[in-house]
């Protein structure tokens, strides 16, 4: 049996030289302890490792708590997705989420 693999490789630039885009990614990285999940919301290449060196962390996930409490920095998010970035499918539910509204002031 063989096996063929084929690379796609972007057209050469004006020096003649191809470059290799990496898509990035927004998605969870996991960390905690065993059976103590928690997350991160990082800005990575997607061939990256899961937990591997991220671009940004641009919030964190914690399923633990009742409700599970979500802090991200939705401006960041939006500038990373204009830059190109794409969304794992839990992310963007997430986001999705409404915002926590800020704790109103006691007088």
Same mark, same amino acid.
């Given at each position: 049996?063989?096996?063929?693999?084929?690379?796609?490789? !972007? %057209?050469?630039?004006?020096?003649?030289?191809?470059? =290799? *885009?990496?898509?990035?990614?927004?998605?969870?990285?996991?960390? &905690? $302890?065993?059976?103590?999940?928690?997350?991160?919301?990082?800005?990575?290449?997607?061939?990256?490792?899961?937990?591997?060196?991220?671009?940004?962390?641009?919030?964190?996930? !914690? %399923?633990?708590?009742?409700?599970?409490?979500?802090? =991200? *920095?939705?401006?960041?998010?939006?500038?990373?997705?204009?830059? &190109? $970035?794409?969304?794992?499918?839990?992310?963007?539910?997430?986001?999705?989420?409404?915002?926590?509204?800020?704790?109103?002031?006691?007088?």
């Amino acid at each position: 049996m063989v096996c063929l693999s084929i690379v796609a490789l !972007n %057209p050469p630039d004006s020096s003649g030289q191809r470059i =290799l *885009k990496s898509v990035l990614m927004i998605r969870l990285a996991r960390f &905690g $302890a065993r059976k103590q999940p928690y997350y991160r919301v990082v800005v990575i290449e997607k061939e990256h490792a899961r937990n591997g060196r991220p671009v940004e962390v641009v919030g964190t996930y !914690n %399923p633990r708590t009742n409700p599970a409490t979500c802090d =991200l *920095k939705r401006e960041r998010i939006e500038h990373w997705v204009s830059k &190109g $970035a794409q969304l794992s499918d839990r992310v963007r539910k997430l986001l999705a989420a409404p915002a926590p509204a800020a704790a109103a002031p006691v007088a």
